[in-house]
Nanobody
Framework: QVQLAESGGGLVQVGGSLRLSCSVSGGVLSSSIMGWFRQAPGREREFVAGIRWGYGTTNYANSVKGRFTISRDKAQKTVYLEMTSLKPEDTARYYC???????????????WGQGTQVTVSS
């Protein structure tokens, strides 16, 4: 069973940077997708970024392209989300997830972490 644990959230000013980490325990297939999602109060959870565990190919939501970078360290079994030029609208709880498909909705993401809070102050 895959277990995920996020860390690195916090309070940051507008324009600042933050790096989130997701520690992965358990086996991860090369075909798996590791993703970051976020949920702001009163809003639905939304996809932020994803990376194929094996090939390292990435995918981003339009709202974060050019500002966020997802990466993974296979040896350390850790997934990162480097966030720069942060905006107040990036404020949310950020979740790490393991999935099998970008196109199956949340049913395509069977494993989730507990999340870490990111707050961007103006």
């Amino acid at each position: 069973q895959v277990q995920l644990a996020e860390s690195g959230g916090g309070l940051v000013q507008v324009g600042g940077s933050l790096r989130l980490s997701c520690s992965v325990s358990g086996g991860v297939l090369s075909s798996s997708i590791m993703g970051w999602f976020r949920q702001a109060p009163g809003r639905e959870r939304e996809f932020v970024a994803g990376i194929r565990w094996g090939y390292g190919t990435t995918n981003y939501a339009n709202s974060v392209k050019g500002r966020f970078t997802i990466s993974r360290d296979k040896a350390q079994k850790t997934v990162y989300l480097e966030m720069t030029s942060l905006k107040p609208e990036d404020t949310a709880r950020y979740y790490c997830a393991r999935g099998t498909s970008y196109y199956a909705g949340e049913s395509g993401w069977p494993n989730w972490g507990q999340g870490t809070q990111v707050t961007v102050s103006s």
